[in-house]
């Protein structure tokens, strides 16, 4: 019994030591914390780290070692990855094959990649899968430190699914992502 109850304690403080930082890197006072906001805190690292768990058997690169930024755009979006170390060319040339090969995915309406990370009820997943072809143009571009893929539809309804599986993504894989900064960002980069 008191083993288990080291264990439990043991597993409580490493949880607990998991939330000292906001996924944006905000220092966190627990003591001011409701008890609800605790257990959605605890919810969504536990979250985060199923995903990047599953992540594993679908992104051939480390996410920690990456970064992932999502621009929201009036007629779509841009998902940027790229490697926190430019001098980490094998995460840099993962990230590229895998943006390649999910792009040919998406293109043919297979979503099976992201349901098998994020799951089958990922918000703005459903109405991406039953998108006609040629109703989402989805390109892929090289990038300094690794690659983007640009999503554009004339259709309101597709526009809101691609924000919306942003948002998830974000929230989804915490302090490895980040918002973008729609068309400014876009204009920055290489």
């Given amino acids: 019994m008191r083993k288990t109850l080291v264990t439990c304690f043991v597993i409580f403080m490493a949880a607990g030591s998991l939330h000292a930082q906001s996924a944006d890197g905000a220092a966190i006072d627990h003591a001011t914390m409701d008890h609800s906001a605790h257990m959605k805190m605890m919810a969504q690292a536990k979250r985060q780290a199923e995903v990047s768990e599953r992540g594993k058997e679908v992104m051939p690169f480390k996410l920690e070692a990456t970064t992932h930024i999502f621009s929201k755009q009036s007629d779509g979006?841009?998902?940027?990855?790229?490697?926190?170390?430019s001098k980490d060319t094998a995460q840099v040339r993962f990230v590229r094959q895998h943006l390649q090969q999910i792009q040919e995915e998406f293109l043919k309406g297979d979503f099976s990649g992201?349901?098998?990370?994020?799951?089958?009820?990922?918000?703005?997943?459903?109405?991406?899968?039953?998108?006609?072809?040629?109703?989402?143009?989805?390109k892929y571009k090289n990038v300094e430190g690794g690659?983007?893929?640009?999503?554009?539809?004339?259709?309101?309804?597709?526009?809101?699914?691609?924000?919306a599986w942003f948002d998830a993504q974000l929230s989804d894989h915490g302090k490895d992502a980040m918002p973008g900064q729609g068309q400014q960002d876009r204009m920055k980069r290489p």
């Fill in 77 to 85: 979006g841009i998902q940027h990855v790229v490697a926190k170390s």
């Fill in 114 to 138: 992201p349901t098998r990370i994020h799951g089958q009820s990922m918000p703005g997943l459903a109405q991406l899968q039953s998108a006609k072809s040629g109703q989402i143009i989805i």
């Fill in 147 to 163: 690659g983007e893929l640009t999503y554009k539809t004339i259709e309101p309804s597709l526009v809101i699914a691609l924000h």
